[in-house]
């Protein structure tokens, strides 16, 4: 079947790594977040030593002062949870609504809000997107907590504390981009199919070499061409292969 498309290969791989490109910009008000909250759960601790008595860096408290302690971090790390998700959240949010609707009019397919929600708002592998990062950052409160008590309880010493505080925010960032990217890709892979469906595309072809974080096992499909039915979904989030339509029809540049 002939297709007429009026972009250029180039141009596609372009507004395919801008997606990610601007997905990243957008995550850093996140990160801004993250670091504000990391650097006052550092100052608490700091505070904490400065106010407390401490042999050799570890903790040497009485039962009412460890559980005064306690009582505040974990008022804290709620409150920095709480507001990580709902960031988090709403960035990811517009990440994929943006995304949507640029693929849309990239490709030329007229949409409306009801299909743009209706991606958006999909499941991949079970479960929606703002479950995984509130999953996660549960994950992440859960663990801040342990060592809080293990510092008060002087089980762990002031730095370890410390390198378990920066360690887990600096996990909390690569879940958070794993995450975006995996939904920017499934988002845009649905959105690329609704609008290939919609001209009658029968065969897609799979576009593996974004750039180098391409790994060996996705660049071995690259190329290869597949019924829309069976088009591959994201494979590796990182990677970020993309579906299109086979080139032979293309006005190429
Ligand atoms: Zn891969």
Redesign the pocket.
């Known amino acids: 079947m002939e297709t007429k498309v009026n972009f250029t290969q180039q141009e596609e791989i372009e507004f395919i790594r801008g997606l990610y490109t601007k997905c990243n910009e957008d995550l850093d008000k996140v990160f801004m977040l993250h670091k504000e909250n990391k650097d006052k759960l550092l100052q608490e601790l700091a505070l904490i030593l400065l106010l407390y008595k401490i042999n050799n860096n570890v903790m040497n408290l009485s039962y009412s002062e460890k559980s005064e302690i306690k009582e505040k971090f974990e008022k804290l790390i709620v409150k920095f949870t709480g507001r990580q998700v709902k960031l988090t959240d709403s960035v990811i949010t517009s990440i994929l609504i943006l995304t949507v609707k640029n693929t849309f009019k990239f490709y030329g397919y007229k949409y409306t809000l009801e299909e743009v929600k209706d991606i958006v708002n999909r499941k991949y592998k079970g479960k929606f997107y703002n479950e995984r990062i509130i999953r996660n950052e549960n994950k992440v409160a859960a663990y801040l907590n342990d060592k809080v008590q293990r510092f008060i309880n002087g089980n762990i010493d002031v730095n370890t504390i410390k390198d378990n505080i920066e360690k887990t925010y600096k996990q909390n960032k690569d879940n958070v981009i794993t995450l975006a990217e995996t939904e920017l890709s499934r988002s845009e892979n649905l959105a690329f199919l609704l609008f290939a469906k919609s001209i009658g595309i029968v065969e897609i072809i799979r576009n593996?070499v974004l750039d180098s974080r391409?790994?060996?096992?996705?660049?071995s499909i690259h190329n290869e061409v597949f019924n829309i039915e069976d088009a591959p979904d994201e494979?590796?989030p990182?990677?970020r292969?993309f579906n299109t339509i086979l080139y032979s029809d293309r006005v190429e540049d």
Do not use: L, R, V
């Open positions: 593996e391409t790994c060996d096992e996705c660049e494979i590796h990182c990677c292969g």
